[in-house]
């Protein structure tokens, strides 16, 4: 039977209705009524779905019972009402293949929260924890969104060169790029001979698509970048990053009050559009990280931008 | 008035309907009936929109007459039948702005194919081009059809690092990453001492995203990374490029048919999704660039993809 998500069961499963899902698990309890309850999560959502697992499995003894954290499973069942708290639904497994185990004593993650900085040193698990999981599907949302807005509106999206020799205005510090051996670069007349490094030139990791995307809105009209950019601030705040994804939107035949309309419209777009696709999530940051957030996009959204000059603003 | 794109007046202009469109000229030819046909292109499509410059107009004589291939204007009116060949509609001008002139000894972009090695010396000019405005609204209707393909599907779209640490299972040579004065850079042990570069450590532009794509999709099922990749490689052909975009799925609880599913059906998605939207641009290569491309596409969308291993492929 095809794998269905768990978002898909939580969101349209019909009571009663076959499934399979497939997913990691985050707790086993054990009922002294002969079966175990099995939470499984598979990133598709916050939520996890809960597996009831009866003794009557052929593997539950030899198998169910030694699930822990982390083990991966396939579970084929019935969907039911849940009587407990929590949940709506339940699975009524009537079969549990393992597909991998995680052996407690050295799978780091457990069913607790986890300091920022721990998970740093594990962070090819941490995706499989819940603020991890909800900014990954939350930033899918917005960039989803932010094409979803551009396209809309008839903007062409552009790959703007990620390697290039301009600097666009001194935005920033930059990153050097280049093949040559550090210490070993050939030298001509006292200075470093980049006509023999890869591009013949001096070259650097942008820190804007501004300038090719310029010259594109002044053939296309209305044209937009969404891509990763850099800057080599040796500066260790959460305001600076080295590397970052960021939008350009440049507009040909477009005045100050086209560009507010669309700069507002944009905010409000996206906004909105996270607060509805992505509410599970959003509830989640509101909870455990800033309890005003969803209350700011709502406002954002809702609210009218007043407009000033720069004069006025400062 | 409010300006309307060149390609919504073609596709759904109203006879009889006023409308103010702007563009970059592409020719002018003056009638001997006293008026003047202009012709501009603005991006949004291959087509410019045929502009009728009546001998009344204030700025005929001035301006109108003046017009060379590149100024930029505006012109506002009446779309009407066209009875003259080429064009379906044109605007008959009640006036006519120019925004920028271009002294037609200086522009170097005329009404003429260009080769593309001039066009590289001007790649400020060239997305005005018919070649390159077509490439970028295609490759803009092509990077749309991907995502809308994944996120149709659930999948979750990641930004993988492109600065990094890793070289994915050697995928190709890699540009090295670093914020020191090549040949000044400290060194110890005889070595090059990286804890003092910007990162600690030595740093190279990814040649892939699969290793944390891999990462995520243990973690959220189904994944996909769209982002700049790098490649170092020394030669100069059409086939290797040293930076190129690249789509890269990945899926948990996948097998290998499900993997052959998902590529083929990706393939005839985004291949239909560009015959469809890009009609214009695709007939414009098929004439001018491979006589074959629409054909080839239409057959793989088509067509039933043979599956077979790699014993029987070889």
Redesign the interface.
């Known amino acids: 039977m095809k ?1 269905t ?1 768990i ?2 069961v939580l969101r349209s499963g019909q009571i009663g209705g076959r499934y399979t899902v ?3 698990v985050r707790t086993r309890r054990d009922s002294k009524g002969g079966f175990s309850f099995v939470e499984i999560n ?3 959502c916050l939520s996890g779905l809960q597996i009831i697992a009866d003794q009557g499995l052929d593997n539950y003894e030899g198998e169910v019972l030694k699930l822990q954290t982390g083990c991966s499973i ?1 579970a084929q069942g019935t969907l039911s009402e849940s009587p407990g708290k929590g949940q709506k639904v339940e699975l009524k497994a009537e079969s549990i293949r393992v ?1 991998g185990w995680a052996d407690p004593d050295v799978y780091p993650l457990q069913k607790k929260r986890h300091s920022f900085e721990f998970l740093r040193t594990i ?3 941490r ?2 924890t819940n603020t ?2 909800a900014v ?2 939350v ?2 949302a917005m ?2 969104a932010i ?1 979803t807005f551009f ?1 809309d509106r ?1 903007f ?4 703007t ?3 290039t020799g301009s600097d666009c205005e001194g935005a920033g ?1 930059m ?6 051996d ?4 050939p ?1 001509k007349d006292g200075a ?1 001979d980049f006509s023999r490094d ?2 013949g030139a001096p070259a650097n ?1 942008t820190v804007s698509g501004q300038l090719e995307a310029e ?2 809105a ?4 209305d044209v937009y970048t969404f ?2 950019t ?1 800057r ?1 601030e ?1 500066s260790n705040t959460s305001r600076h990053l ?2 970052f ?1 960021m939008v350009e939107p440049e507009m ?2 477009c005045d100050l009050e086209g560009n507010i309309e669309l700069a507002v419209a944009f905010l409000k777009e996206i906004f909105a559009s996270v607060l509805n696709t992505s509410e599970e999530d959003m509830a989640f940051f509101n909870r455990f990280v800033d309890s005003s957030v969803i209350g700011t996009l709502e406002g954002l959204v809702s609210q009218d931008f007043e407009v000033m000059t720069y004069t006025e603003g400062i």
């Open positions: 794998r998500r978002a898909e497939m997913g990691w598979d990133g598709s396939q597909m962070a090819h698990l995706p499989r991890f999981g990954a599907r930033r899918n960039a989803h094409h396209q008839g062409i999206y552009l790959h060169p990620i390697i510090e990153f050097k790029v280049t093949t040559f550090l210490n070993r670069a030298e470093i890869f591009f990791l010259i594109y002044l053939a296309m009209g891509g990763p850099f080599a040796n080295s590397e994804w040909a035949f």
